[in-house]
């Protein structure tokens, strides 16, 4: 589901950065990918119960 504002665009920045996070790994460079989802992890706040950023982000990280 999308957010309401103003956390839509929090949202699609983080969608964005888990977008980038797989190109890291589908290129080799894990390093890179485990930092880009470790940083999402920490910096991301949730919008709600339909917000599924953290788990998607969970699942690449177990996945490394």
Do not use: C, H
């Not at 839509?8 to 930092?35: C, H, P, R």
């Not at 949730?46 to 996945?63: C, F, N």
């Amino acid at each position: 589901t999308t957010p309401p504002e103003p956390a839509a665009q929090t949202y699609w920045l983080a969608k964005a950065s888990i977008v980038l996070g797989d190109t890291f790994a589908e290129n080799g460079n894990m390093a890179q990918a485990k930092a880009t989802f470790q940083s999402i992890k920490s910096g991301y706040t949730p919008y709600g119960p339909g917000d599924e950023v953290l788990d998607q982000v969970e699942l690449r990280l177990r996945k490394l």
